[in-house]
T-cell receptor, first 117, second 111 residues
């Protein structure tokens, strides 16, 4: 079974600074996808960034980037130039990319990020 | 156009009642899910369906019964509601390898 671990229940950062959220996962499979989702107080689940395991290049979306270390099974999210609107719960998630039980999107327990003015 | 739409957004009901939450997606995805988010924000999968077929049932009480009339719809019916069922329920859809799209969530409060 696949597991996703987020070891930081809460983090805070000053506006305009950089923060890194940690995520590790466990799988014996080789073909999978990793995601970071953001859940602001509105409770809507918003995709922040996606990484395919077969790609060595780290994904980047504007101020958001990941550090994907496949051998270490690590998938951290870096937020640069933090903004007040980045305050939210952040979830790391995993899904297999092949048949069988690939229909299970597994989430970590989340990291509550607060951006302070 | 809303990609994943679930209704209602809020649901307040008494213990022992039966209620349903509806979900529809217009993305053409083959797989749909129900997730439960508790007060600690843990997102736990309840069910997944692929092309109307139940794939995952994660030790959910029998009082919860999903129904998928077609691959664009996945409804959740809950019998004999209990206080512990109070949570936010999310519907989502995905195609393998593509991010999951979520509905806006249904906040269920059992009193």
């Amino acid at each position: 079974a696949q597991t996703v671990t987020q070891s930081q229940p809460e983090m805070s950062v000053q506006e305009a600074e950089t923060v890194t959220l940690s995520c590790t996962y466990d799988t014996s499979e080789n073909n999978y996808y990793l995601f970071w989702y953001k859940q602001p107080p509105s409770r809507q689940m918003i995709l922040v960034i996606r990484q395919e395991a077969y790609k060595q290049q780290n994904a980047t979306e504007n101020r958001f980037s990941v550090n994907f270390q496949k051998a270490a099974k690590s998938f951290s999210l870096k937020i640069s130039d933090s903004q007040l609107g980045d305050t939210a719960m952040y979830f790391c998630a995993f899904i297999l990319g092949s048949g069988g039980s690939n229909y299970k999107l597994t989430f970590g327990k989340g990291t509550l990020l607060t951006v302070n003015p | 156009d809303t990609a994943v739409s679930q209704t209602p957004k809020y649901l307040v009901t008494q213990m022992g009642n039966d209620k349903s939450i509806k979900c529809e997606q217009n993305l053409g995805h083959d797989t749909m899910y129900w997730y439960k988010q508790d007060s600690k924000k843990f997102l736990k999968i309840m069910f997944s369906y692929n092309n109307k077929e139940l794939i995952i049932n994660e030790t959910v009480p029998n009082r919860f019964s999903p129904k998928s009339p077609d691959k664009a719809h996945l409804n959740l019916h809950i019998n004999s509601l209990e206080l512990g069922d109070s949570a936010v329920y999310f519907c989502a859809s995905t195609r393998a390898g593509i991010e999951a799209f979520f509905g806006q969530g249904t906040r269920l409060t059992v009193v």
